[in-house]
């Protein structure tokens, strides 16, 4: 199974944020979306608006556990120091995407095709396929 697979069941809406709001800002769209992270998504000068990491609710957590009440109103860019950004294709398979993030001991990854944003996958969407493709191989074994 591809990851391509797995967006075509999700919804096409992918919540992103700027590196210039605010941890609250982002918490309060997490909530509002009910998810559990966004994309960071920057200009850069060079390949214009870009997707350059993700903010969970870990680093709600962190910013908060780190400077208390005054953690909402650091601006993103404070607390993520941008490297390369680690993604995926929607053509990896789910092992592949799934090995990434042991690897870096994430839970979320953008998909990225042709330099552009399509999606974002998480380790649950890996999980519930994998239940989903066990439960199949169940019933055509019980029938």
């Known amino acids: ?5 797995i967006l075509r069941k999700k919804t096409a809406r992918v919540a992103t944020i700027r ?5 609250g800002i982002a918490a309060q769209l997490m909530r509002a979306s009910n998810i559990s992270a966004l994309v960071i998504k920057d200009v850069v ?6 997707a350059v990491g993700m903010f969970t609710e870990r680093d ?6 780190e400077h208390g009440a005054a ?3 650091l ?3 404070q607390l993520i120091s941008v490297q ?6 929607s053509t990896d398979t789910l092992e592949h995407v799934r090995h990434v993030m042991n690897k870096n001991h994430i839970r979320h990854l953008p998909v990225i095709d042709n330099y552009g944003l399509i999606g974002v996958i998480s ?11 066990a439960m199949a191989t169940q019933t055509v074994f019980a029938a």
């Open 19 to 23: 590196m210039n709001e605010t941890v």
């Open 45 to 50: 000068r060079t390949e214009g608006n870009t």
């Open 123 to 133: 380790i649950r969407d890996i999980s519930t396929a994998f239940d989903d493709e």
């Open 75 to 77: 601006k993103i860019s």
């Open 1 to 5: 199974m591809q990851v391509g697979d």
């Open 71 to 73: 953690g909402v109103n």
């Open 84 to 89: 390369e950004l680690v993604s995926c294709s």
């Open 60 to 65: 709600v957590v962190r910013a908060i556990a």
